[in-house]
DNA sequence: TGTGTATATGTCACATATGACATAACTTGC
DNA sequence: GCAAGTTATGTCATATGTGACATATACACA
């Protein structure tokens, strides 16, 4: 949020504070959620590089569409196991995986 | 191996090839163990450097003593999961994981 | 020798992640 | 409109990971 975003926001009477402060959540937990957003936004871009359909990619992990659905939703119930796995699974190398833990998730739209 | 070593090995009548040729795991099968292993490295690293026992830094991620230390011995029944977590309870950031997973596990000695 | 501290290993009941399946909600082209 | 293809959502039995605990091993230092 920019700053003068919030500085219009906070005189209007709005307490702003970023999804961190919101949902109460501690650094470790912040960045655990990050890094799993990022993986997931990952896999659902590189998925489609390689045109493959979330069907297509679950036969190749021995997984269902509905978990590779589930993956790319970033849904709580995957694990970063799968996530990693997959990005593995799709040819990503240690140095991708890296770049993207780092990097984190890329914006949806310019 | 040094390329010299592999041949004399191999003149000897040795069937040489690397861990991964071995164990017959795929590319990716394999850069997920190197992953996993080199989080398990960076787990034990980072929780000396802190001046920590693992029956500490278990009290501080909600675990007990014996999954930590699993956790550093690269047991298989530990998750991706619980060892990012980990770091992250040990104050590693984004990009220090990014780095752990790039670089792999560091060599025991010099 | 023992005594304390740290780490390793094995087991187990319980929690969570998993693939599978069904089905709903979108897209795209006719 | 209506299909066909793709993706989203919900449920469930089972596989896997989990913390807890006991106990073994290791390494100090008296």
Redesign the interface.
């Given at each position: 949020m920019k700053r003068g975003t919030r500085d219009r926001l906070e005189a209007a009477g709005w307490r702003v504070g970023d999804v961190q402060e919101f949902l109460g959540l501690t650094?470790?937990e912040w960045?655990?959620i990050?890094?799993k957003l990022a993986l997931a936004d990952a896999v659902r871009r590189r998925r489609q590089r390689c045109r493959l359909t979330q069907a297509e990619l679950a036969k190749r992990l021995g997984s269902s569409q509905s978990r590779v659905a589930k993956m790319e939703a970033g849904d709580p119930s995957v694990?970063?196991?799968l996530l990693?796995?997959s990005l593995?699974?799709l040819g990503a190398?240690?140095?991708d995986?890296?770049?993207i833990?780092?990097q984190?998730a890329r914006r949806s739209a310019a």
């Open positions: 650094d470790e960045a655990f990050e890094t694990s970063l196991d990693i796995r593995y699974g190398t240690k140095e995986v890296a770049r833990i780092r984190g």
